[in-house]
């Protein structure tokens, strides 16, 4: 498979950015429940270790696929139909639980959040066209983008506005 080293990239990346959120959530919080913390902050570290989870898991599900002897065509269109549906339920679950989600971290109530939105509906469309295109370099640019999300919600953390 021509991409593996690249897909191979992406899920390290992927999983230091989990790693590190993980770690950042031992030492903020440690063990103890404590009703003064910051929920907000929680529900970044939360969000940060799915979001890696999810990129190294979709990083390597071609190198899967390219194990069972699929044809290499066959294998970015399923790869990119499976991450479209992701991207879908992603964004449907956002939506949904929206009034659970700490207010400064609401989808759609910022530009930045509204040029992420319309990220995400053009990457669904053009994931789902990959099964005519066939091409790796779609696949690669969505997961590549998921992991701006994920810096974007570092910086969040970091430069919290109140």
């Given at each position: 498979?021509e991409?593996t080293?690249?897909?191979?990239?992406?899920?390290?990346?992927?999983?230091?950015?989990?790693?590190?959120?993980?770690?950042?959530?031992?030492?903020?919080?440690?063990?103890?429940?404590?009703?003064?913390?910051?929920?907000?902050?929680?529900?970044?570290?939360?969000?940060?270790?799915?979001?890696?989870?999810?990129?190294?898991?979709?990083?390597?599900?071609?190198?899967?696929?390219?194990?069972?002897?699929?044809?290499?065509?066959?294998?970015?269109?399923?790869?990119s139909?499976?991450?479209?549906?992701?991207?879908?339920?992603?964004?449907?679950?956002?939506?949904?639980?929206?009034?659970?989600?700490?207010?400064?971290?609401?989808?759609?109530?910022?530009?930045?959040?509204?040029?992420?939105?319309?990220?995400?509906?053009?990457?669904?469309?053009?994931?789902?066209?990959?099964?005519?295109?066939?091409?790796p370099?779609?696949?690669?640019?969505?997961?590549?983008?998921?992991?701006?999300?994920?810096?974007?919600?570092?910086?969040?953390?970091?430069?919290e506005?109140?």
């Amino acid at each position: 498979m021509e991409h593996t080293e690249t897909l191979t990239i992406l899920a390290e990346v992927a999983i230091v950015i989990a790693g590190f959120a993980g770690v950042v959530s031992v030492f903020r919080f440690g063990r103890h429940e404590d009703e003064g913390q910051n929920k907000s902050e929680r529900w970044m570290l939360l969000t940060l270790i799915f979001t890696g989870v999810e990129i190294a898991a979709f990083a390597l599900l071609p190198l899967v696929l390219n194990g069972y002897s699929i044809d290499e065509v066959q294998i970015w269109s399923i790869s990119s139909v499976v991450l479209a549906l992701a991207y879908i339920l992603t964004d449907f679950v956002l939506l949904r639980w929206r009034e659970k989600i700490p207010e400064q971290f609401r989808p759609i109530t910022s530009f930045s959040d509204r040029v992420i939105w319309m990220g995400d509906m053009i990457l669904i469309t053009l994931l789902l066209a990959n099964v005519w295109i066939e091409s790796p370099g779609i696949y690669l640019t969505a997961l590549f983008y998921w992991i701006l999300q994920g810096m974007y919600i570092y910086f969040l953390m970091f430069y919290e506005t109140e």
